[in-house]
């Protein structure tokens, strides 16, 4: 049996979740709750999406041609659990509402980690998460991250992770935001607020994060620093992070220095959106000395949670085993790894 999804909130992430959703061969949409009258409303319903909006919005949607195929609260009873896609801080508002429904539910990482029984990476807590009602998707930043830690740990024994996160100041739609001409260290306080999300994931490991906005929208970039056990070299540093899923590297030969040139081979390669749910990882960035490593990786913002709200359903409901899971949703969704160019 196909396990019915409902995803509250269509905005940058809903949307993507929605198309990859349908992609499942074991998961069935049910629809999405959209609160603006807007065009991706519209798009929405021109996709074959069923239309949820709350009671008091029905009939604003139908004035705008909008065609609403039922209220929020029927969508919620409908589904086995919800997928809250909702603008940070609104999904721990709705908590509320999915407890009186006894309805399960997975939050993105705009939200507190007491959202949720557990935040999660699929690459890292997989298991973890298994038959937990409420499940939290940790943020971009911190999904990319994890997968590069994560596959690390499978072949080295890691005792200190830093990052600097150089971050876009918005997503492309974005026109209201900035910074315009400037780079904020955002925020004042350290550590950034990456590490001790990275950290309610792979805990205990002592990681320390910095974080610096700058007026691009397409990509973050991340500079790591691990200190591990033993002496790697940058074949062996290679070789573990590309057999990883969900990674895929970049090499010196494909003349590509910018994150510029990523998104254009993503849309060379007739990516949706020019997504990119991978981690784009620079083999020519890796320095291994002394039991230190160094690299940096690219991630995309608008797609990079995609696959982990696919696998936190399957763990929620215990479809499926992690490699099984992980495997599914990267072959539905045309997922690489290993070098790309």
Do not use: W
Not at 62 to 81: D, F, K, P, Y
Not at 119 to 126: K, Q
Not at 270 to 282: A, N, S, W
Request: proline letters at 4%; one cysteine or more.
């Amino acid at each position: 049996m196909k396990i019915k999804v409902g995803i509250n909130g269509y905005g940058t992430i809903g949307k993507r979740i929605a198309d990859a959703l349908i992609k499942q061969p074991d998961m069935e949409l049910v629809g999405v709750s959209k609160q603006s009258a807007n065009y991706e409303a519209l798009m929405a319903i021109k996709k074959g999406i069923k239309l949820f909006v709350d009671e008091n919005s029905v009939e604003k949607f139908r004035n705008a041609g909008i065609e609403v195929s039922g209220t929020r609260l029927e969508m919620i009873r409908e589904a086995q659990v919800i997928i809250d896609a909702t603008p940070d801080g609104v999904g721990a508002k709705n908590k509320a509402l999915y407890l009186s429904e006894n309805k399960p539910a997975i939050f993105q990482g705009g939200e507190e980690p007491e959202v949720a029984d557990v935040s999660f990476s699929a690459l890292c807590n997989y298991d973890e998460a298994k038959g937990k009602n409420y499940i939290r998707v940790v943020s971009c930043n911190t999904t990319g991250m994890l997968r590069i830690i994560c596959a690390l740990r499978k072949n080295f024994k890691i005792k200190k992770v830093r990052v600097v996160l150089i971050r876009r100041a918005a997503d492309p739609k974005e026109v209201k935001r900035g910074p315009i001409n400037s780079i904020l260290l955002n925020p004042v306080e350290l550590p950034s607020h990456h590490a001790d999300d990275a950290k309610t994931v792979v805990k205990g490991l002592d990681i320390f994060t910095m974080a610096y906005v700058v007026p691009t929208t397409l990509m973050h970039v991340h500079a790591m620093n691990l200190q591990v056990e033993g002496n790697p070299s940058k074949e062996d540093i290679i070789k573990t992070i590309e057999s990883s899923n969900r990674i895929i590297g970049i090499s010196k030969g494909s003349g590509i220095a910018s994150t510029a040139e990523i998104i254009e081979v993503a849309r060379d390669m007739g990516r949706p959106r020019y997504d990119l749910p991978e981690v784009i990882f620079f083999e020519d960035s890796v320095h291994s000395s002394n039991g230190e490593i160094f690299l940096s990786y690219a991630v995309h913002q608008e797609s990079i949670v995609v696959p982990e709200n696919i696998d936190a359903v399957r763990a929620m409901f215990g479809m499926k085993e992690k490699e099984e899971s992980i495997g599914l949703t990267d072959s539905a969704l045309g997922l690489l790894r290993g070098r790309l160019v």
